[in-house]
């Protein structure tokens, strides 16, 4: 005995669902992604949280320094050991830890201890959104 089924082009039943590219639900996650992630994201100045955004599914931090900052590594310049590099030298990781300002809920791998904590409300409300 065997048997198919057909969902017909599951990119129009996931727009449909507003799952897809721009979709409701997939809105409503970035959205509340950021803001739960903002208690847990490094705040010096400010810089950070304030040029973030979240698009379909990504969120990109447009700060040169958010890469180390989310490792919670010092990097250095190669060539002088210093934590300042020329204009386009490439810094390398060291195993230094990074100390953040309120700590321990600021710090590095922001999104993951985000995650770790709030999946069950992210989806619960992407759910109620769905019906």
């Known amino acids: 005995m065997s048997f198919s089924v057909s969902f017909g ?3 129009k039943l996931k727009k449909k669902q507003g799952l897809g590219v721009d979709g409701r ?4 996650i970035d959205q509340k992604a950021l803001r739960l992630m903002a208690p847990f994201t490094p705040f010096n100045t400010g810089t950070l949280q304030r040029n973030v955004y979240a698009k379909n599914g990504e969120i990109v931090y447009n700060v040169p320094y958010a890469k180390f900052l989310y490792y919670g590594k010092v ?4 060539s002088t050991g210093s934590t300042w590099a020329r204009s386009g030298e490439k810094k390398m990781l060291t195993q230094r830890e990074l ?3 309120g700590a321990p809920l600021r710090g590095a791998y922001w999104f993951l ?5 709030y999946t069950d409300e992210i989806l619960k409300g992407a759910g109620k959104i769905n019906g």
């Open 113 to 117: 201890r985000m995650k770790a904590q």
């Open 25 to 28: 639900i997939q809105q409503y």
């Open 9 to 11: 082009n599951l990119d």
């Open 99 to 101: 100390h953040f300002k």
């Open 75 to 78: 990097m250095i310049c190669p």
